[in-house]
């Protein structure tokens, strides 16, 4: 039947986990190019921003990775019915319809708990299969944990199987329930490799972006996010993740500054990205899953502006985290994070007594 399934149905063993991206060849880790054109370096509170939000969108990559991986299986699979997601959390799905023998729709729930009775995301999704490539739309809803509605999430993804490689590549648009929080673009990009040996998977590229308007700074900031991901254990229980990037992309723009796809497998800043900085990025999880246990926890170091973003899995019973953004030189807080599994919480900005909120990984201001 499909070739292109069985190859991403390989990945949705590992587990179930993170956003919407597109990234470089296996062979090629080189950094897309936004802009030919270079800004000044922006004020350190734009910058702190632009440190949290591209931090956040990490985790918003793997969630949204994940959920991808989960509706192409729900679509092969066609089996109803809750199950336990590895790490904590459970899934089910109910088929729509079978339009033809390559294309159908399904509804994927996945839920903070283990018996499918606290819901946190609810895809409605089309999918098409075929020899080589696979595609899905979905429109997903985000819940909190109390809950009410955090936002949903429209995605578009294709997945293309090649020398050896599965390439996921998707964009998609955040629109926050809480009215009047200006969209945020996001895209993701994996280079997976189809061949599992000896129960494991080698190192493979995901690349997340992000990009989105403050008002309050008047502009819009956005990052591009390169990383390799490290899997120890077997294809089928990971136990722990592991990640790293060189240099990302950091670009500042004006209103309408949105995510694309590039050629091969890439993604673009679209909509007069001008680049302001990179950061290095390293972490790990404690397994590769929706709500990983600790240990978990990541960190961005910006050399050039002298900022830090760092964030952690703090309870293994809760998956609660706490993060901050500080200076590089003396360890100054100019940012606290607060957040629980879903990447729901507060941000609270240096010389201000107000927090922000952040639902499901992304910045409201």
Known sequence: MNRVVPRLLALALIGTTTASLPVPPVASQSLPTVAANVASPPPAAATTRLMAQQGLAIALASNV???????????VS????CSKLTGGGSSDSSDQGKASETSAAVTLRIFYDNACKSLYMSSRASTV??????SVKAVTLFQGLDGHDLGTLTTSATATGAAG??????TGTFVFARKGVPVAHLGLACAVPSAVSNGTVKPFPCTGAVAQYFAALGESLGSVSPLVLSLSGSSTNPSKVSFSGASSLMAVGPKDLSVGAGPHGTLVLTGGARRV??????GHAGGFAIFPPTPTGWTGTNKA???????AVTDNTTRRLQGSVTTLATGQQLAVIALDRSGTGTIRYSGSSRSVAVAGWVLEG
Request: a positive charge; proline letters at 0%.
């Open 65 to 75: 990775l994940q959920n991808q991986l989960e509706i192409i299986r729900a679509a």
């Open 165 to 170: 490689v599965t390439d996921l590549v998707g």
């Open 129 to 134: 299969l075929g020899t080589s490539v696979a």
């Open 78 to 81: 066609r089996v109803a019915g």
């Open 277 to 282: 900085g990179s950061e290095r990025t390293s």
């Open 305 to 311: 502006a002298g900022q830090v973003f760092k964030i």
